[in-house]
């Protein structure tokens, strides 16, 4: 029997019918040698997840399900890392629909050996409707990332919803730190860019291809200006853990400074837009990015916090580690 060379996981928390969607959409694409395997990871579902991939495992036995009981969607990458034994290991978001060609792209990337880890491009899908001023670009990468067909990253990162790692560099690397991204309904970012960081530090070699595509939902309630505006505020907060930062003083004075350098040059370019087209939501949209360095400033406030107190832990120890009388 051949042995698997990838795992494709799943990672969900509460939506049934949209894995459901994806499953039927990547399942008929596994070639017949058995190199592509596919795991559902539930994190905590309180819906009929299981329900649905039990039915699927009826046509496709060779799709797994996998509990995490630790809520976190860092936790849940971290048990689809412990759970596989192939040489490389996937991530399709759960609420995405793969491309046709999906597990061909990702094998012939794998093949191709140029990369330790990759990432491909996420398009707008909206499935439960669109509204009039929200345009598919907000909801895409294909125009974030640097331009050409495939290419080795030597800056940012790639998304996590459409990722594919060496599973050694991935376990030396640390895996996913659980501190950072979604934790149920939490709103949290970054888990997947800290991972792929300390593997480029390591000497990894992080590529992206245009050619491994997917479509990715976008939910009405995150096409509001309102959502932005948090999820900038998110990003702000958790660049100290994400990028492992020092939380003093002057590095805080350095990154608000370069913040407001490119707020106002997106501003500026918003507001041009805004007096061709008129509509103040893409303007509200468009200018998020300010609320980042709040973000920036609460996130410092929380790791100095956290470092006080950890401070104050080992503060009362002994010289043999026992702590000494409080």
């Not at 995490?68 to 048990?79: D, F, I, K, S, T």
């Not at 880890?117 to 907000?138: I, L, N, S």
């Not at 997917?214 to 999820?231: A, I, N, S, T």
């Not at 468009?286 to 360095?293: D, L, M, N, P, Q």
Request: hydrophobic fraction near 40%.
């Amino acid at each position: 029997m051949t042995e698997i060379l990838v795992d494709i996981a799943i990672c969900t928390y509460n939506r049934a019918s949209y894995v459901a969607n994806a499953l039927r959409l990547l399942l008929p694409q596994l070639p017949v040698d058995g190199r592509v395997g596919v795991m559902v990871v539930d994190n905590n579902c309180s819906d009929d997840t299981a329900t649905q991939v039990a039915t699927l495992q009826q046509q496709w036995p060779l799709l797994r399900y996998e509990r995490c009981r630790v809520q976190g969607l860092g936790h849940a990458r971290n048990h689809a890392l412990a759970a596989t034994s192939a040489p490389w290991l996937a991530f399709l978001d759960d609420d995405a629909e793969p491309a046709d060609d999906w597990v061909a792209q990702l094998l012939r990337l794998i093949d191709d050996g140029q990369f330790d880890a990759f990432g491909g491009v996420y398009y707008a899908w909206f499935a439960e409707g669109q509204v009039p001023w929200f345009k598919p670009h907000y909801a895409s990468n294909d125009s974030v990332v640097a331009q050409g067909d495939e290419f080795r990253l030597t800056s940012g990162y790639f998304s996590g919803g459409i990722a594919a790692y060496r599973a050694e560099l991935l376990r030396q690397a640390g895996g996913f730190p659980t501190s950072l991204g979604m934790h149920g309904v939490a709103i949290g970012y970054g888990e997947e860019t800290a991972a792929q960081r300390r593997m480029a530090i390591a000497g990894g070699r992080l590529g992206f291809s245009r050619r491994w595509t997917m479509r990715h939902l976008v939910p009405l309630r995150k096409q509001r200006w309102q959502w932005e505006w948090q999820r900038q505020f998110a990003l702000g907060r958790d660049f100290w853990a994400i990028f492992d930062k020092p939380a003093q003083p002057a590095t805080l004075w350095l990154y608000l400074k370069i913040e407001v350098r490119q707020c106002l040059q997106v501003t500026g370019e918003a507001l041009r837009r805004f007096w061709q087209q008129g509509r103040w939501q893409n303007l509200a949209f468009e200018t998020a990015r300010w609320a980042r360095s709040p973000g920036l400033v609460w996130g410092y406030r929380g790791r100095r916090l956290s470092a006080r107190q950890h401070a104050a832990q080992f503060s009362g120890a002994d010289s043999t580690g026992k702590k000494g009388p409080q």
